[in-house]
């Protein structure tokens, strides 16, 4: 995860570390400001000491909080423990991973459900945050109000969306049934209960969240859209349509590679609205949920928990390592 | 028994608030704090008889209202009795089964609620538990030899003081049942026949609840142990016998007889919703614990509600019943604390059962010379069916691994619901990595 990180964020998170170390060597980001460079390279004692408590604090955190439980974690899932006593650790070879994938039937279904979940926020609750920053871009009345409304569910956790989407989803008494008027009925649609159409109701709860979040970058990006590209486009005689699509749209670059990547970790890590409806059992299983389930409380299996989470990181960096190198990588270019 | 295992419903209860719990962690927490402070006075290892502590840290996961005012009736009339103050702790109940693990391994109370079966050999043969042989000299008169079985340890030493227990079995109305002439079915056919009948007259035969996962369990021990024998299911648990045979499967089998009549809305909804049906009198019948009458506030309908062992199928006609215990442990750090020692015999004697008894009657005192003039027909009959019975069986999720109950019962569970199907080879394999694991 933070590998990646690490090695680029230094020549240019610290301009003055940067020049510091790697003047001389010709790296491509410091050839950049040659004269800043040795204004800067006299440190004082204090400086020095600064400086390596800002960079030395961080990386230990880091360490003690990421990359020691990481290494934990993909040790702990080549060996079968039950979590109480070290002395009970015992060596397993690939039987974890092997049981996960052959005998463990909530597996499958949970990685099916996670590409579920991811093309499900691209291709609708992506659009739509878009959709909306678009339209509340305008000029209208009331723009602001609209936007905190959509805002909202953003600043509330998943787990409390959970609850609130109880009301509408409950099979009895919640809002869906009864303006399909089915409700108390035997027709009434289960929405939590039946592994038909649980997943899908979970994610349309997720994506009232999601589309309010991908609206706010949106928002932003557009702001950022130098005003006289549009002027540009309408002398030009283009219409809405396409100064958004040829224009605005790819001026945004930016914005669209963070909502890419947000979208797909989004996905990756939904996990408290399933685990609020039935702790992802019965059609809601999601690997996240799977990894919770193992590791922690009564059922504590840590070697297979360990090795369903080693999994999800492997999944994991795929998005990652393509968003920094695209990122980091076209700067070192510049 | 898991009573309350779902986030919204503890949304919706009374239950302990955010702030109380906050307030009664904070307390836990002095409580706590306080506990090394005594442990160097006296000097520390050991029982530690000659402790002068006048205090103890009591960890509950008895989160619902009934039974949460219930312990703390027990913890008043103690107090009130020795002058030992008692800080208790109310986990919501959910949470304080999931956090057990840690809980014990970190800085558990002194005293703590949980149950009998393999869920308590379990951490007493991790060494997590302390024993309370000196708790049992006292008290051990008051308990029958079953009792005294089921607290155990796998060393011999005891390390339960049970509480109480309830019997399971199928609830019903007795004005509804009088109204429309259902008659108590005493074999399994008996029970097919007046299911279908009840079908026909347009209600759902068998209530029945399933999100949180554990109550079909309670079918499933059933019908096992009506067609297997109490051996089997103590076997099968353990997992001394497969679950890849024709005995398991021959439950499934059965058991796919009776889907048609359980409620097909099972999968979402708890059991305190199928508990509401009940008395709402859309399902005629509805296996559970007998903590399902504390859903019934209304006294008339609390008054109405009967009940019925699970009919005969096969083997040992209606011998067995699933009685799930619970009781008090002592945590390895409470096994320092006499004052600690102590509520455990105060919860061992009919003094402390009839003063949990008097709140909440739902369950049933395991104690000989418990107060029984309060009981109610159907506490009556509960008692009778216990200590009755040749076999109590603990809860599958009490009596097995518990990875096994919850990792790959919970879901095999919900999917044979779902469609009737289940691979037993599946469990089996899953079993297999699982035991060896521990």
């Not at chain 2, 209202?65 to 109310?90: E, H, L, Q, S």
């Amino acid at each position: 995860m933070s590998t990646t990180a690490e090695k680029p964020a230094a020549p240019d998170s610290e301009p003055g570390a940067a020049g510091r170390t790697t003047a001389g060597k010709g790296h491509a980001g410091a050839g950049r400001p040659p004269g800043k460079a040795r204004k800067v390279r006299r440190l004082t004692r204090r400086d020095k000491l600064v400086l390596a408590i800002m960079v030395g604090l961080p990386t230990l955190i880091q360490l003690l909080l990421v990359w020691l439980p990481t290494l934990f974690s993909i040790a702990l899932s080549f060996t079968r423990w039950n979590g109480l006593d070290i002395k009970d650790i015992k060596a397993a070879g690939t039987d974890n991973y092997r049981f996960v994938v052959q005998d463990y039937p909530p597996f499958w279904p949970a990685m099916q459900h996670n590409i579920l979940w991811l093309v499900f926020l691209a291709l609708i609750a992506t659009p739509l945050g878009l959709l909306l920053a678009v339209l509340l871009d305008q000029k209208i009345r009331g723009s602001k109000i609209y936007q905190s409304i959509f805002f909202t569910p953003v600043m509330l956790s998943l787990a409390l969306i959970g609850i609130i989407w109880q009301l509408f989803y409950n099979r009895d008494s919640g809002l869906l049934n009864y303006l399909l008027g089915t409700a108390g009925t035997p027709r009434a649609v289960d929405w939590f209960g039946d592994s038909n159409v649980n997943i899908w109701a979970a994610m349309v709860a997720a994506t009232w969240r999601h589309a309010g979040y991908v609206m706010i970058l949106y928002l932003a990006g557009l702001k950022g859209v130098d005003p006289s590209l549009r002027e540009a486009a309408s002398i030009d005689g283009a219409n809405a349509v396409q100064t958004f699509f040829r224009v605005v749209f790819p001026a945004m670059r930016p914005v669209n590679i963070v909502i890419v990547v947000i979208t797909i970790i989004e996905s990756l890590r939904a996990f408290d609205i399933v685990y609020v409806i039935n702790r992802g059992t019965n059609g809601l299983e999601l690997i996240s949920a799977l990894v919770i389930q193992n590791l922690i409380g009564e059922g504590q299996v840590i070697g297979v928990g360990s090795s369903l989470a080693v999994i999800l990181l492997v999944i994991s960096l795929i998005p990652i390592v393509f968003y920094l190198s695209r990122t980091f990588g076209k700067e070192s270019k510049a | 028994m898991a009573a309350n295992l779902d986030p919204f419903q503890s949304a919706h209860n009374a239950g302990p608030g955010r702030r109380t719990i906050l307030k009664t962690l904070g307390i836990g927490a002095a409580g706590l704090a306080g506990i090394p402070l005594l442990a160097a006075c006296t000097g520390g290892s050991g029982p530690a008889p000659g402790a002068s502590s006048n205090s103890l840290t009591f960890g509950s996961g008895s989160s619902d209202d009934v039974p949460k005012n219930a312990y703390k009736a027990v913890t008043d009339a103690f107090t009130k009795k020795t002058g030992i103050t008692v800080a208790t702790n109310v986990v919501p109940h959910n949470d304080f089964q999931n956090k057990i693990n840690s809980y014990l391994q970190g800085s558990p109370d002194d005293a703590f609620t949980w149950f009998a079966g393999y869920r308590m050999q379990y951490y007493a043969g991790k060494g997590l538990l302390a024993p309370v042989d000196d708790v049992w000299e006292k008290i051990g008169g008051n308990f029958s030899d079953a009792m005294k079985k089921a607290s155990t340890g796998p060393d011999g030493k005891m390390y339960l003081v049970p509480n109480y227990n309830y019997p399971w079995g199928f609830f019903y109305r007795k004005s509804f049942w009088a109204e429309k002439g259902y008659a108590v079915p005493k074999t399994f056919d008996e029970l097919k026949t007046l299911a279908a009948k009840m079908k026909a007259d347009g209600i759902i035969p068998i209530g029945f609840a399933d999100k949180d996962g554990w109550p079909a369990m309670g079918t499933f021990d059933y019908i096992n142990m009506r067609l297997n024998g109490y051996q089997f299911h103590v076997d099968l648990t353990a997992h001394k016998e497969s679950w890849d045979q024709k005995k398991v499967s021959n439950v499934f089998d059965t058991w796919k007889a009776l889907l048609p009549f359980q409620d097909p809305a099972a999968l979402g909804q708890t059991w305190q919703d199928a508990a509401k049906a009940l008395e709402a009198k859309k399902t005629g019948m509805y296996l559970l614990g007998s903590f399902v009458t504390q859903q019934f506030t209304d006294p008339t309908v609390l008054a109405d509600i009967d009940f019925f062992p699970f009919p005969e199928i096969a083997v040992e006609g209606t011998d067995a019943v699933e009685a799930p215990i619970d009781g008090l442990l002592l945590s390895k750090k409470g096994g320092d604390n006499k004052a600690a020692h102590d509520f455990l015999a105060f919860m061992g004697s009919a003094e402390g059962q009839n003063a949990y008894a008097a709140v909440d009657t739902s369950n049933i005192a395991t104690v000989k010379g418990a107060d029984t003039s309060k009981f109610t027909p159907l506490n009556k009959k509960c008692a009778d069916t216990i200590a009755n019975a040749k076999y109590i069986s603990q809860f599958l999720d009490r009596d097995a691994l518990p990875a096994m109950a919850n990792n790959v019962m919970i879901p095999a569970l919900q999917s044979f619901i779902k469609d009737g199907t289940v691979d037993v080879k599946n469990l089996e394999a899953q079993a297999k990595t699982l035991y060896a694991a521990q």
